[in-house]
Nanobody, 123 residues
Framework: QEQLVESGGGLVQAGDSLRLSCTAS????????VGWFRQAPGREREFIGA???????QYKDSVQGRFTISRNYAENTVYLQISTLRIEDTAVYYC?????????????????WGQGTQVTVSS
């Protein structure tokens, strides 16, 4: 059983950078693919990108270049680095783990979810 906890969100200014963390408590987290999603007010949750257990990454085309996903195996943590933040990046950011280690943007394939962390970007 994995429990995911996101952290690192907050109120930031446009143009800033931010790093979100997703830490798990279970023993097999490092073998899972981990995806990042976000949900802006009034919008559906959308896929940002994912990282496999071996560190291979995949991103949604529209976020290529500003979002970077990495993982620290020793700390059981996956990171989402966001650079040059924009007001439209304001959203609740979620991480999710897939026990089949599949790089995918399909929410239904992710079994474990964190509670989300709020990122608010001001002008």
């Amino acid at each position: 059983q994995e429990q995911l906890v996101e952290s690192g969100g907050g109120l930031v200014q446009a143009g800033d950078s931010l790093r979100l963390s997703c830490t798990a408590s279970g023993p097999t987290y490092n073998n899972y693919a981990v995806g990042w999603f976000r949900q802006a007010p009034g919008r559906e949750r959308e896929f940002i990108g994912a990282i496999s257990g071996s560190g291979v990454t995949q991103y949604k085309d529209s976020v290529q270049g500003r979002f970077t996903i990495s993982r620290n195996y020793a700390e059981n943590t996956v990171y989402l680095q966001i650079s040059t933040l924009r007001i439209e990046d304001t959203a609740v950011y979620y991480c999710a783990a897939d026990g089949f280690n599949t790089l995918t943007g399909t929410e239904a394939l992710y079994y474990y979810w964190g509670q989300g962390t709020q990122v608010t970007v001001s002008s």
